[in-house]
């Protein structure tokens, strides 16, 4: 296996990549520091605490789609490809053939799920990743069709917003809601409204405007509960009213 690692300054210059932070950053550089030749990683967990990062770092890394993880609970860093390039001499298979025969490449080298495939993660249940197919790229494992009939589009999933596309929605409404503490927060909470999967971000960014819930921490918040008619104070962000929204 070779034991040089490259890094593509289109990923880790993007925005997308330095809203996150700097423990999320430095969880994601130690995962494909120690990946095989095709980018998969099999103990993320035991790297995760090694380097004294937090559960919520791996949360975020899959939310934003930086590592794909398997139901087996191996991972794989998915722009590898854009980062790496390995001589024919040095390269050695991944051992997770399993996993392998789930991706396809797309056409900028990065790794995306086969249409057949359920994206898992490791945030609580419903938080799941869209789900794509694999028609017009190169398979690089199994073929989900032997016919070559194109898969079916499943039902189309939530996807979690980026801090960016928060930001543009909060300038359109012309709101103070914190972008980087909204989807921190949902991330952290496998983007959930109460006890249900979240399933309009645009509806929970409408009520932290209404409720004028920006930035307080721990502060208590006073706003109306407009079911009752009287006024009622939340600790920190309550999800009471998200729920009815939503």
Same mark, same amino acid.
């Given at each position: 296996? /070779?034991? %040089?690692?490259?890094f593509?300054k289109q990923?880790?210059d993007?925005d997308a990549f #330095?809203d !996150?932070?700097a423990? *999320?950053q430095?969880l994601?550089?130690?995962? /494909?520091? %120690?990946?095989?030749?095709?980018?998969?990683?099999n103990?993320p967990?035991?790297? #995760?605490? !090694?380097?004294?990062a *937090?559960d919520?770092?791996l949360?975020?890394?899959?939310?934003k789609?930086?590592v794909?993880i398997?139901e087996?609970?191996?991972?794989v860093?998915?722009?590898?490809?854009?980062?790496?390039?390995i001589?024919?001499?040095r390269?050695?298979?991944?051992?997770y053939i399993?996993?392998?025969?789930?991706?396809?490449?797309?056409?900028?080298?990065?790794?995306t799920?086969?249409?057949n495939?359920?994206a898992?993660?490791?945030?609580?249940d419903?938080?799941?990743l869209?789900?794509?197919?694999s028609?017009g790229k190169?398979?690089?494992?199994?073929?989900?069709?032997?016919?070559?009939t194109?898969?079916?589009?499943q039902?189309?999933?939530?996807?979690?917003p980026s801090?960016?596309?928060v930001?543009?929605?909060?300038?359109e409404r012309?709101?103070?809601v914190?972008?980087?503490k909204?989807?921190?927060?949902?991330?952290?909470?496998g983007?959930k409204?109460g006890?249900?999967?979240?399933?309009?971000?645009?509806a929970?960014?409408?009520?932290?405007?209404k409720?004028?819930?920006?930035?307080?921490?721990?502060?208590?918040v006073?706003f109306?509960?407009?079911d009752?008619?009287?006024?009622v104070?939340?600790?920190?962000i309550?999800?009471?009213?998200?729920?009815?929204?939503?």
């Open positions: 296996m /070779a034991e %040089r690692r490259m593509s990923i880790i993007s #330095l !996150m932070s423990s *999320a430095s994601y550089f130690h995962l /494909a520091m %120690r990946a095989d030749d095709d980018g998969f990683v103990n967990k035991k790297i #995760l605490r !090694m380097i004294g *937090a919520d770092d949360k975020i890394l899959i939310a789609r930086f794909i398997f087996s609970g191996v991972i860093i998915k722009h590898w490809r854009m980062h790496n390039y001589r024919a001499d390269y050695k298979e991944t051992a399993d996993e392998k025969s789930q991706l396809s490449i797309k056409e900028n080298g990065s790794y799920l086969n249409g495939h359920l898992t993660t490791c945030l609580p419903g938080n799941h869209d789900t794509q197919v028609i190169d398979s690089i494992g199994k073929d989900s069709n032997s016919t070559g194109a898969v079916p589009k039902p189309k999933r939530f996807k979690p801090v960016d596309e930001r543009a929605y909060c300038r012309k709101n103070r914190d972008a980087e909204f989807v921190d927060y949902y991330t952290s909470n983007w409204v006890k249900n999967s979240m399933k309009d971000w645009k929970s960014v409408r009520t932290w405007e409720n004028d819930l920006v930035g307080k921490g721990g502060k208590k006073s109306q509960d407009y009752q008619g009287e006024p104070e939340y600790k920190g309550d999800l009471l009213a998200e729920a009815r929204e939503a």
